[in-house]
């Protein structure tokens, strides 16, 4: 039986990995006006790296996986 401490110290890097990407789109596309809000420019954030985001923690899912 697996314990309970293993199987979140092996799924707490999914979370992380997905953290960088996201801050980094974040920083890195600015404002499309000045009206924009937080929610509607952390929208277009989330909508530019939701692929790569997806593909990352299925990777890692996958090769936690594998034995």
Same mark, same amino acid.
Do not use: C, W
């Given at each position: +039986?697996?314990?309970? +401490?293993?199987?979140?110290?092996?799924?707490?890097? !999914?979370? !992380?990995?997905?953290?960088?990407?996201? !801050?980094?789109?974040?920083?890195?596309?600015?404002?499309? +006006? $000045?009206?924009? +809000?937080?929610?509607?420019?952390?929208? $277009?954030? !989330?909508?530019? *790296?939701?692929?790569?985001?997806?593909?990352?923690?299925?990777?890692? *899912?996958?090769?936690?996986?594998? $034995?």
């Amino acid at each position: +039986s697996t314990d309970i +401490s293993t199987i979140a110290f092996l799924g707490s890097p !999914v979370g !992380v990995d997905n953290i960088f990407i996201l !801050v980094e789109s974040y920083q890195n596309s600015p404002k499309q +006006s $000045r009206d924009e +809000s937080l929610t509607e420019h952390l929208g $277009r954030a !989330v909508g530019e *790296v939701a692929p790569s985001m997806f593909m990352s923690t299925a990777a890692q *899912v996958m090769s936690i996986n594998i $034995r």
